[in-house]
C-alpha cells in the first residue's frame, strides 16, 4: 500500500512540475502572467480565488511540517506519517495546479470588470506593477480579454 501511495505521489508530483513550466511558459509568452496578476490586483472576486487557494497551499505546507514534528515526538507513528504526508504532498500538488490553472491564467471579462481595469489607478499601474503590458497589447495596456 505505502509503494502505491509513494508512485501516486510521484506521479502527482511530476505531473505538476511539467504542467507547471509549460504553463508559466505558455503565460509568459504570450503576456497574460501580466494581465493574470493584473486581474487579481484590481478585481475582487480573482484576488478572492487567487488568496483562497494560496491559503489551502500554506495550511498544507505548515501541515507537513506539523505531522513530521509530531512524529518525531513519537505522538504518531512512523507509518501513520507515511500516509498523511503524501496525501497533503498529493493536494498540495493539485493546490500548485489550481493556483497556475484558475488564479494566474487571465479570464475574459464583462464589461463591468473592464470599466474596473480602465478605472484603475494610473500611479499603481505606472509604479511599475505591469509596463510590459504596453508592448504586449498596444491600445490595451489594461488587460482586457476582448479584441
Known amino acids: 500500500m505505502i509503494h502505491v501511495i509513494g508512485a501516486l505521489v510521484l506521479l502527482s508530483e511530476v ?12 503565460l ?3 503576456g497574460e502572467l501580466q494581465r493574470g496578476l493584473f486581474q487579481i490586483v ?7 480565488r487567487f488568496v483562497r487557494l494560496f ?3 500554506t495550511v498544507i505546507l505548515l501541515s507537513l511540517g506539523f505531522f513530521g514534528s509530531l ?16 496525501a497533503l504532498v498529493i493536494v498540495g500538488a493539485a493546490t500548485i495546479f489550481a493556483i497556475l490553472l484558475f488564479g494566474l491564467r487571465p479570464t475574459r471579462l464583462s464589461r463591468t470588470e473592464e470599466e474596473i481595469l480602465r478605472d484603475a489607478p494610473e500611479t499603481i499601474v505606472s509604479m511599475g506593477l505591469l509596463p510590459i503590458l504596453a508592448r504586449v497589447e498596444e491600445g490595451n495596456w489594461r488587460g482586457s480579454a476582448r479584441k
Do not use: H, K
Not at 484590481?42 to 478572492?48: I, P, Q
Not at 512524529?71 to 507509518?79: F, H, V
Open 55 to 57: 491559503g489551502l497551499l
Open 71 to 86: 512524529n518525531a515526538l513519537d505522538l504518531i507513528s512512523y507509518t501513520s506519517l507515511q500516509v498523511i504526508d503524501p
Open 42 to 48: 484590481f478585481l475582487e472576486d480573482r484576488r478572492r
Open 15 to 26: 505531473v505538476v512540475i511539467v504542467t507547471a513550466i509549460t504553463l508559466l511558459f505558455r
Open 28 to 30: 509568459w509568452r504570450r
